[in-house]
Nanobody, 126 residues
Framework: VQLQASGGGLVQAGGSLRLSCTAS????????MAWFRQAPGKEREFVAA????????FYADSLKGRFTISRDNAKNEVYLQMNSLKPEDTAVYYC????????????????????WGQGTEVTVSS
């Protein structure tokens, strides 16, 4: 299974970006998919996760209201719409996937995922 993230770039504070992640190889339409991010010098942190049917979503509390995760199982893709971006959102954003269909407390941690993409860089200028 390979995850390919795209959509990163340079944006001014207050702007928006939409990240995409495509899964290839074994179909993961029945598994949890998520986004994490890692800023320079910091640990990778949870951003958002969505269950396989899209009915359950977790967000990092600090990002709720600005970021929206969604998925299209027919395309084997997950998206992250990021609005009102701030300089502190600057990071490499990684998509992740797991075989299990349902969210759990583990879904907020890197240990909850078997598959990782290579990351796409987001830079927000002030």
């Amino acid at each position: 299974v390979q995850l390919q993230a795209s959509g990163g770039g340079l944006v001014q504070a207050g702007g928006s970006l939409r990240l995409s992640c495509t899964a290839s190889g074994r179909i993961l339409s029945s598994g949890v998919m998520a986004w994490f991010r890692q800023a320079p010098g910091k640990e990778r942190e949870f951003v958002a996760a969505v269950s396989w049917r899209g009915g359950t979503i977790f967000y990092a509390d600090s990002l709720k209201g600005r970021f929206t995760i969604s998925r299209d199982n027919a395309k084997n893709e997950v998206y992250l719409q990021m609005n009102s971006l701030k300089p502190e959102d600057t990071a490499v954003y990684y998509c992740a996937a797991d075989d299990g269909p349902l969210l759990s407390p583990r879904s907020r941690h890197t240990s909850g995922y078997n598959y990782w993409g290579q990351g796409t860089e987001v830079t927000v200028s002030s």
